[in-house]
T-cell receptor, first 113, second 111 residues
Framework: SQTIHQWPATLVQPVGSPLSLECTVE??????LYWYRQAAGRGLQLLFY??????ISSEVPQNLSASRPQDRQFILSSKKLLLSDSGFYLC????????????FGQGTRLTVV | GQQLNQSPQSMFIQEGEDVSMNCTSS?????WLWYKQEPGEGPVLLIA?????ELTSNGRLTAQFGITRKDSFLNISASIPSDVGIYFC???????????FGQGTELSVKP
């Protein structure tokens, strides 16, 4: 069966520090991968998606970047965190691009202080 | 960009009560989805709706795709403590289109 792992679960980082969140999917090949951000009281906002290795599409201009170095690995990064980067970050995958059924990881709660 | 307005933002109910929440949009959607997110977890798909007027049930949950294709509602009957969580609606403009999420309804159930 397919599983998605996301880590760390929580992270407290100072302003200006770098960020690296990792997501891996097991049990499937060539998944479509997504990074979402969930701000308090807001819905999920799509940040990046990827249809294959090295292919990244950015949805909103921001201080973050994404990379897909391997088929089932998706990384969210920042060189210098801002206070406004705080939030709950979710990785997800689907069989087809923007499939109605997406499978989400457990999320990372990022607090920038 | 497109927005979904989900209401209410939060609900505090007694165990056994029925719950109703809805989403509206200024855009027409081809697909409506309802997800549940439990504390510290990612959202999980509850119900998917693909046709205007469609009424679909999943246990105690019932969701409907509005006739105008601009709204959807989710009902939970006879709530229990494990229904606690945040419920999100999501709409899809077309097949293979991006999902647009509502702001979520946070449900608290008092035993």
């Amino acid at each position: 069966s397919q599983t998605i792992h996301q880590w760390p679960a929580t992270l407290v980082q100072p302003v200006g520090s770098p960020l690296s969140l990792e997501c891996t999917v097991e049990g499937t090949s060539n998944p479509n991968l997504y990074w979402y951000r969930q701000a308090a009281g807001r819905g999920l906002q799509l940040l990046f998606y990827s249809v294959g290795i090295g292919q990244i599409s950015s949805e909103v201009p921001q201080n973050l970047s994404a990379s897909r170095p391997q088929d089932r690995q998706f990384i969210l990064s920042s060189k210098k965190l801002l206070l406004s980067d705080s939030g709950f970050y979710l990785c997800a995958w689907s069989v087809r691009i923007f499939d109605t059924e997406a499978f989400f990881g457990q999320g990372t709660r990022l607090t920038v202080v | 960009g497109q927005q979904l307005n989900q209401s209410p933002q939060s609900m505090f109910i007694q165990e056994g009560e029925d719950v109703s929440m809805n989403c509206t949009s200024s855009s027409i959607f081809n697909t409506w989805l309802w997800y549940k997110q439990e504390p510290g977890e990612g959202p999980v798909l509850l119900i998917a709706l693909y046709k205007a007027g469609e009424l679909t049930s999943n246990g105690r949950l019932t969701a409907q795709f509005g006739i105008t294709r601009k709204d959807s509602f989710l009902n939970i009957s006879a709530s229990i403590p494990s229904d606690v969580g945040i419920y999100f609606c999501a709409g899809q403009l077309g097949q293979g289109g991006k999902l647009i999420f509502g702001q979520g309804t946070e449900l608290s159930v008092k035993p």
